[in-house]
């Protein structure tokens, strides 16, 4: 299935983002390419201690396996990462992914708080909007606070993508061995091929985002 499925998650050319592009993108987000967001599922505690403190998260104070998501406006899934260590950065992720690669000059990136990567994405030629945060102030203006309410309005369709995965597939909601990690003798280790099984089938049904 792994094999079979992959065809089913690909990144869009561009004149398939924008014919129906959601009503609540239009205004603002016209030029959005990709809502990205970081998922992650717990593993079992590994034996060997380095392991053990690499796969530490401690947003989710468990072990885990970490992946990139991202979706289209439309709600599809069209980049899903390879599992990488719980312990590392949504950050450092998101810049050694892959994902970076398939932006054109212009397009637009939109994310949560953490995803500090305003430089790698200007390096594309292309643009990251998060939430605006006070950076020491106060408090945020009137119009940092409608364009934070207008983001956080269309980025939680990345939110609710990952939920709707997790939901389908409760595979993902179990505590999995920290063997299929690492599958010795395979490019593709065994809790990635289950990501990217899943992902795909989500993918075949109904879309999380009205086009009206």
């Known amino acids: 299935m792994y094999v079979r499925l ?48 690499q796969t530490w998260s401690n947003y989710k104070h468990h072990n885990t396996a970490k992946f990139l998501i991202g979706i289209a406006p439309q709600g599809a899934i069209t980049f899903i990462s390879q599992g990488w260590a719980g312990r590392v950065s949504d950050i450092h992720l998101t810049e050694n992914c892959g ?35 006070t950076k020491g102030e106060k408090q945020l203006s009137q119009a940092e606070v409608d364009t934070s309410r207008q983001l956080s309005r269309v980025r939680i369709h990345v939110e609710r993508a990952i939920g709707a995965v997790r939901q389908k597939y409760t595979m993902l909601e179990t505590t999995l061995p920290i063997l299929i990690m690492s599958t010795p003798g395979e490019k593709v280790n065994t809790v990635d091929k ?19």
Request: glycine content about 2%.
């Open 6 to 53: 992959q065809c089913l998650v690909k990144w869009p050319r561009r004149e398939e983002l924008r014919k129906p592009l959601p009503v609540d993108f239009r205004a603002e987000f016209q030029k959005c390419a990709v809502i990205i967001d970081c998922f992650e599922i717990f593993t079992k505690h590994p034996t060997n201690l380095v392991a053990r403190t």
């Open 194 to 212: 289950i990501v990217f099984v899943c992902c795909p089938l989500y993918n075949c049904c109904d879309p999380i985002v009205s086009s009206e």
């Open 99 to 133: 994902l970076l690669d398939n932006l054109l000059p212009g397009d637009l990136i939109l994310a949560d708080r953490g995803f500090n990567i305003h430089e790698s994405v200007g390096m594309f030629c292309a643009e990251v909007k998060m939430p605006a945060f």
